[in-house]
């Protein structure tokens, strides 16, 4: 009998601590996903290159100025833009639209055309369709070829991580147009 009712305790004790370990509501801070069981998650590269179209003036602009330089500013420091660009294959503004650019950029350098850049890549061609890529970094304007961290995405580039570089393909100062080709490395599961 003694067997028995060990037997039946432990056997509560089982379905008391299961119930308590699959529980979804609050109180549970954390559980360990199955994704991450093996030492070593799968992951891929994938290689993206296509142009970034940039316009502050024109008809349809796709980037628009938010904040003003303060007074007394410096080199327009602290000027800040929202931005919807598209992102096409080719340099030719004709080009296959592969996504968009969206996102802010800020000038956050008082000595050098130093920008903010808080952009995500949201694609909409391919295997990418409905995946994004997102960008947080320096973006120093006047170099030749800038590299930009990716920080995250979502949908096929979910738990990213890698790095854009950005090349000023064409800019017009004037018009205020700005051509950027992008090749962007990135690891993912």
């Avoid at 903010?116 to 030749?144: K, Q």
């Avoid at 590299?147 to 393909?169: C, D, H, K, N």
Wanted: proline letters at 4%; a positive charge.
């Amino acid at each position: 009998m003694a067997s028995l009712v060990s037997t039946l305790m432990a056997f509560h004790l089982i379905v008391l601590m299961s119930c308590y370990l699959t529980r979804t509501t609050s109180g549970v801070f954390s559980k360990q996903s199955p994704l991450f069981q093996s030492e070593k998650p799968i992951e891929k590269i994938t290689q993206l290159h296509f142009y970034f179209h940039d316009n502050l003036t024109g008809r349809n602009p796709t980037t628009m100025q938010i904040i003003g330089a303060p007074k007394g500013s410096i080199g327009r420091f602290g000027t800040t833009y929202m931005m919807d660009d598209p992102l096409t294959e080719g340099p030719d503004p004709s080009s296959k639209i592969v996504g968009r650019s969206q996102g802010i950029y800020a000038i956050a350098s008082q000595h050098e055309l130093g920008l903010l850049m808080v952009l995500n890549f949201a694609f909409n061609d391919s295997v990418f369709n409905g995946s994004s890529l997102s960008i947080l970094g320096r973006n120093l304007v006047t170099e030749e070829v800038r590299e930009m961290p990716i920080v995250g995405g979502s949908g096929v580039f979910r738990y990213s991580r890698g790095f854009a570089l950005a090349r000023t393909f064409m800019f017009i100062a004037k018009s205020g147009l700005a051509i950027v080709e992008y090749n962007i490395t990135v690891l993912h599961v």
